[in-house]
């Protein structure tokens, strides 16, 4: 099966510094690539996306990077807040199902 | 509109007993997935149903099963249950462009099952 992995299973920020979560996928042919948030008690909500033809996406507050060369992916949070604590999961697909990392952990330390 | 809304949020079975997980999707939506979440494996894809057929399957054992309705209502059930059983298992709903395209998988809160 895929392996969609993390590098660190946790992350704790001080408040207002930027966050950067990082995602190790395995699958070369992998094409569509979509970071979720997930906060307790709450299923994952979808953050943003990146397809493989481009190398980075930016949303609000948020940027995807991706480097196909050494199959790695990266989410870029600027100015965490403390709203932003949670667990990210990045998500790969090269065709009719998604592949889920196992996640990181955020903590936002005021 | 509504989110997907899944019953029960929690519950606790023995081993050997079977479950039943029932989830609503966003109104509208045809597609529903299952993935079962746990802290050592992640989210891992049960199967998909779009108007009442099973388009996809992920690597679980014939024990995991599930249906959906002309509704779009979708449950899954797991017989047999064994300890390794115990999980968050959430439902999403999308649209009828393919969520593999989109990204638009909806979750719902999940339903807690502990096996004793």
């Known amino acids: 099966g895929e392996s969609v992995g993390l590098h660190l299973p946790t992350l704790s920020v001080q408040e207002g510094d930027n966050s950067i979560i990082n995602c190790a996928y395995s699958?070369?042919?992998?094409?569509?690539f979509i970071w979720y948030k997930q906060e307790s008690g709450k299923g994952p909500q979808f953050i943003i996306d990146?397809?493989?033809?481009?190398d980075k996406r930016q949303g609000q507050r948020v940027t995807v990077l991706l480097n196909k060369t050494v199959k790695h992916l990266s989410l870029q949070i600027a100015a965490t807040q403390p709203g932003d604590s949670a667990v990210y999961f990045c998500?790969?697909?090269?065709?009719?199902?998604?592949?889920f990392g196992t996640g990181t952990s955020l903590t936002v330390i005021p | 509109k509504a989110g997907v809304t899944q019953t029960p949020r929690y519950l606790i079975k023995t081993r050997g007993q079977q479950v039943t997980l029932s989830c609503s999707p966003i109104s509208g939506h045809r597609s529903v997935s299952w993935y079962q979440q746990t802290p050592g494996q992640g989210l891992q894809f049960l199967f998909e149903y779009f108007s009442e057929t099973q388009r996809n399957k992920g690597n679980f054992p014939g024990r995991f099963s599930g249906r959906q309705f002309s509704n779009s209502r979708s449950e899954m059930n797991v017989s047999t249950l064994e300890l390794g059983d115990s999980a968050l298992y959430l439902c999403?709903?999308?649209?009828?462009?393919?969520?593999?395209?989109?990204?638009?998988?909806?979750f719902g809160e999940g339903s807690r099952l502990t096996v004793l």
């Open positions: 999403a709903s999308s649209p009828d462009i393919p969520y593999w395209d989109t990204g638009e998988l909806f």
């Open positions: 990146i397809r493989s033809n481009m």
């Open positions: 998500a790969e697909t090269t065709g009719n199902q998604f592949y």
């Open positions: 699958n070369s042919a992998s094409d569509y």
